[in-house]
């Protein structure tokens, strides 16, 4: 028996495993985050970016503000894909308008060999506020869990921080490909259990963030960040208390493999906005849901421009919409207006209706 209250909306979840909705259910990538006024505050207490995803009581609050503003149809973790290389000893730090950075990067052979996995105990923080934001939902809608994928992760732990070019990572993969492996495979399992661990704690749906997947060469994104993502879906926990948890993948830029990472054995697959859904509907066909895909920076654009490109997305995917979740093509701009996200969140859910014929 579950120790949750029972959930009210359950469209998201049942979208994601392809099943009939009265609408398209939205969410938004980041809609927990900086162009919220509510959420600077809440940050300004906090301190820091880590104080407050290192605080269940402040990750809480952050990740219900945007559930309490508009009706989205999902709630999700507020965290860091880099909380797991912290828990795996290389030292997160942030800089201000730089980013996360590692203090001690996997450069050299024995760094990479000393990789140990997640220290028992070092992420409770995380699971902890998974618990408290499911409680605290009180069933209004469900909660999503996520990480970084085993790729992507990488990326940081041997550039030490973000990068454009990925030249440091690159270098190893093609002068030392045994070394990349050795990093990836320990991922895959730090990243399977961690999300396993979510889902324990309350997550109702998992989410793994190839960020950076679209920087590889079409053969290297298959042999490195595809396949060691494959590996942590066939590690998942795919059920609790009797009640399916979907699985969601989603690598930027990586349009063109569609097909390919429809097939990994996930529930549903992200887009970014480059993509046309209806071309990704016609390749996957029912084999599973898919996720997406409004370009962010049309929420700059007027309240009627956004209903317009909202249409164009719903159409896209096509009638009656079963098997879609609407969101960004990538986590929401900062500088977004929250009234722009209300116009969005509106236009979404009474087309969608439409659509249905409801």
Known sequence: MSQFAPLQND????????????YTPVWLMRQAGRYLPEYRATRAR?????????SPDYATEVTLQPIDRFP????????????VPDAM??????VEGEGPKF?????TEQDVMALRLPEPGSLDYVFNAVTQIRTELNGRVPLIGFSGSPWTLACYMVEGGGSKEFHTIKKMLYNRPDLMHHILATNATAVAQYLNAQIDAGAQAVMIFDSWGGALADGAYQEFSLRYMQQVVAQLKREKDGVKIPA????KGG????????GIGADAVGLDWTVDLTRARALVGDQVGLQGNLDPAILFASPDQIRAEVAKVLKAFGAPGHGHVFNL????????SPDAVAAMVEAVHSQSRALRGA
Not at 11 to 22: C, M, S, V
């Open 11 to 22: 469209n998201f979840l049942r979208a994601l495993l392809r099943q009939p909705t009265d």
């Open 46 to 54: 906090a301190g820091s970016f880590m104080g407050l995803a290192t």
């Open 72 to 83: 989205l149809d999902a709630a999700i973790l507020f965290s860091d894909i880099l909380t």
């Open 89 to 94: 000893g290389l030292g997160l730090y942030f």
């Open 103 to 107: 203090e001690r990067p996997l450069r």
């Open 248 to 251: 969601i993948v989603f690598t």
């Open 255 to 262: 349009g063109q493999w569609i097909e390919e990472i429809a």
């Open 329 to 336: 093509g990538h986590g929401i701009s900062q500088f977004t």
